[in-house]
């Protein structure tokens, strides 16, 4: 191997981003205090795992806890970790949550959703691929419910709607590709861990808006678009998936953020799956490697675009939290 080539691996491996460029963005401190009676308190748990908790009842997309490494997901088989899972519903404070919303299944979303359901006692919703997941992972049907597309689900005093997405463009890397094989568009039977990562197909993905009182949250876990999904819809927050936007041609990143940001129309944005998920939770999230995007090129986009509509823009750091509303 060539030092050339030696050199283009170890910066493909390196973070694409460098989050000090940014600590204006981060609010840099944690909401503890009780939270008062109307308010909703969000957590961010890294990748596209969402924490709603409105101090009555918590609701959670994905929970992906596990984070396995780059090397043994890409060459061994993966599964749950009890253990980090249990501290990280510890940590969170995950101790009434009512129901887990799994954007897509593929492992870095659904793998570690069927324990969080049997350690909290919560519904996990899914699509069919999501179902034969917690089946493999032995929940009880009674726990699982089968996503009901534009039909609202009550939880306390969230109302849940599920809306049909697109999962982010197809990639390569090292020749791979993360596209859905179209004989095999579904995981179509119980999945049981260990497994390989490749094992945990698409299976559709899905956006969540999400209604509070007079208030509306919309999570867009995946960067791609539906045109005209949102042309009613308006929303004070904006839980937006930017992974890969950069590398995608300059008319889908238009298109994105129109069909997005503008129609939705948000007072507050907040972005979401730009951390490296092979590093553990429980340390400073990093963005995602040079590998497969850029973090810099991404929010440097999304901030030139909100910069002038005049809409905030927050990160957030694993387990922090800030009140919504």
């Not at 918590?58 to 253990?83: V, Y």
């Not at 999400?210 to 919309?218: D, F, S, T, V, W």
């Amino acid at each position: 191997m060539t030092m050339f080539s030696l050199f283009g691996m170890d910066c493909a491996f390196r973070s694409s981003g460098d989050l000090r460029l940014y600590e204006s963005y981060f609010p840099h401190e944690n909401q503890t205090a009780a939270i008062k009676q109307g308010k909703v308190r969000v957590t961010f748990l890294g990748t596209t795992s969402i924490l709603l908790d409105d101090g009555e009842t918590q609701i959670l997309t994905d929970g992906f806890f596990t984070r396995p490494s780059l090397w043994k997901t890409a060459f061994s088989k993966i599964e749950s970790d009890q253990n980090i899972i249990q501290s990280v519903l510890e940590k969170a404070k995950i101790n009434r949550l009512k129901g887990i919303f799994v954007c897509h299944s593929h492992y870095d979303h659904v793998m570690d959703a069927p324990l969080v359901a049997k350690f909290t006692n919560a519904k996990l919703f899914g699509s069919s691929s999501t179902i034969n997941v917690g089946i493999g992972a032995g929940l009880k049907e009674e726990n699982m419910e089968l996503f009901s597309l534009g039909k609202p689900v009550k939880l306390g005093k969230f109302s849940i709607t599920v809306l049909e997405s697109k999962h982010t463009p197809p990639f390569r890397i090292f020749g791979k590709t993360n596209a859905t094989d179209s004989n095999f568009p579904a995981i179509a039977s119980p999945l049981t861990q260990p497994v390989k990562a490749t094992d945990y197909i698409e299976g559709g993905a899905f956006d969540f808006l999400i209604q509070h009182g007079k208030h509306k949250i919309l999570i867009k876990s995946s960067t791609n678009y539906v045109e005209g999904a949102f042309d009613k819809i308006n929303v004070d927050v904006l839980l937006l998936g930017i992974a890969q936007l950069s590398l995608q041609p300059l008319s889908f990143q238009e298109n994105y953020y129109s069909e997005t940001v503008k129609k939705l129309k948000p007072r507050l944005l907040i972005p979401i799956h730009w951390d490296n998920f092979f590093l553990p939770l429980a340390k400073p999230l990093e963005p995602n490697l040079k590998l497969g995007d850029d973090f810099d090129s991404n929010m440097n986009l999304l901030l030139q675009r909100t910069s002038k509509d005049q809409i905030q823009v927050q990160l957030l750091q694993g387990f922090e939290s800030i009140d919504l509303f």
